[in-house]
Nanobody, 117 residues
C-alpha cells in the first residue's frame, strides 16, 4: 500500500510563497506521474500541476508562471513551489501519484493552503 505524506501548507499573505512536499513510500512498482490537485470550498477538485517520471510537466492555466512542480525520483518525492500566491489559490492541496503498469492512483490526505488578501 502506497503512503503519501504531504507537508508545507499554511497561512501566507497574498504575494507570498510556499513550498509543498509529498513523499511516497511503500510502492512495489515504479512511480509514474506525480501531481498536485486542489479543492476549494464548494468547488470540484482540480489539477494544479503534474510531472512525469521523465520530468515533463503540465500546469493549470491559472498557475502557469507562478507555480513550479519538481520531483526527486531517488526519494519518490514531489514538490510544488508556489510564488505570487493569490487569494484564489486558497484550497486544500492533494498529492497524487500513479504507480505501475496500470497507473494505479493514490492520494494524500491533503494540506491546507490559505492565502490572506
Amino acid at each position: 500500500q502506497v503512503q503519501l505524506v504531504e507537508s508545507g501548507g499554511g497561512l501566507v499573505q497574498a504575494g507570498g510563497s510556499l513550498r509543498l512536499s509529498c513523499a511516497a513510500s511503500g510502492s512495489s512498482f515504479s512511480i509514474n506521474a506525480m501531481g498536485w490537485y486542489r479543492q476549494a470550498p464548494g468547488k470540484q477538485r482540480e489539477l494544479v500541476a503534474i510531472i512525469t517520471s521523465g520530468g515533463t510537466s503540465n500546469y493549470a492555466d491559472s498557475v502557469k508562471g507562478r507555480f513550479t512542480i519538481s520531483r526527486n525520483n531517488a526519494e519518490n518525492t514531489v514538490y510544488l513551489e508556489m510564488n505570487s500566491l493569490k487569494f484564489e489559490d486558497t484550497a486544500v492541496y492533494y498529492c497524487q501519484v500513479r504507480t505501475g503498469r496500470y497507473s494505479v492512483v493514490y492520494w494524500g490526505h491533503g494540506t491546507q493552503v490559505t492565502v490572506s488578501s
